[in-house]
């Protein structure tokens, strides 16, 4: 079984602090995504990578970064946290399997900025 | 621009009772991808569909594919309690990204 795990389960920080929240993954994929899920806003791309040290950024890349130094492992950073970044993060991995690429996704990370 | 559709985006149903969830997409893609979220907790996969015609069932739960009409079904027969949850579609258009769709949120009565 595909196993992605997220540092955190819960995190509460305050405005202005550096945030970071770690994704790992057991099954050799290539790619590796962040997303964050907000009340009636859905699913929405922060960021994703497909290689060791590759990044793209989603459709909402403004007050994140990311790094990918490890194949297995890809962390999102909070350069300064602000409220509003306050959300459900939530880490996914897929690689080519049988012409799929099904996303698996991890616990999820509720982040409260105070 | 890509947009994944689905409706209802919230579904109240008795238990017992049938009923069919829609997403619609509007690009060409023969991937598309079910997952189901319950409440608090992360999205869990439930059906890969990677063809046209494709059929999937996992017990009261079937997904269904076409890919002309760019139109997938997740259809619940007889619902009961436990499937009350957040279903979402996800669309794959060959670029190691997903589109998911906005959500059904199902709540199962008795």
């Known amino acids: 079984d595909v196993k992605v795990t997220q540092s955190s389960r819960y995190l509460v920080k305050r405005t202005g602090e550096k945030v970071f929240l770690e994704c790992v993954q057991d099954?050799?994929?290539?790619?590796m995504f962040w997303y964050r899920q907000d009340p009636g806003l859905g699913l929405r791309l922060i960021y994703f990578?497909?290689?060791?040290?590759?990044?793209e950024k989603g459709d909402i890349p403004e007050g994140y970064s990311v790094s990918r130094e490890k194949k297995e492992r890809f962390s999102l950073i909070l350069e300064s946290a602000s409220t509003n970044q306050t959300s459900m993060y939530l880490c996914?991995?897929?690689?080519?399997?049988?012409?799929?690429?099904?996303?698996?996704f991890g616990p999820g990370t509720r982040l409260t900025v105070t | 621009e890509l947009k994944v559709e689905q409706n209802p985006l919230f579904l109240s149903m008795q238990e017992g009772k049938n009923y069919t969830i829609y997403c619609n997409y509007s690009t060409t893609s023969d991937r598309l991808y079910w997952y189901r979220q319950d409440p608090g907790k992360s999205l869990e996969s439930l059906f890969v569909l990677l063809s046209n015609g494709a059929v999937k069932q996992e017990g009261r739960l079937m997904a269904s594919l076409d890919t002309k009409a760019r139109l997938s079904t997740l259809h619940i027969t007889a619902a009961v309690h436990d499937l009350s949850a957040t279903y979402f579609c996800a669309v794959d258009i060959k670029t190691d990204k997903l589109i998911f769709g906005t959500g059904t949120r199902l709540q199962v009565f008795p």
């Open positions: 996914a991995s897929s690689g080519v399997s049988g012409g799929s690429y099904e996303q698996y």
């Open positions: 990578s497909y290689d060791v040290k590759m990044k």
């Open positions: 099954m050799d994929h290539e790619n």
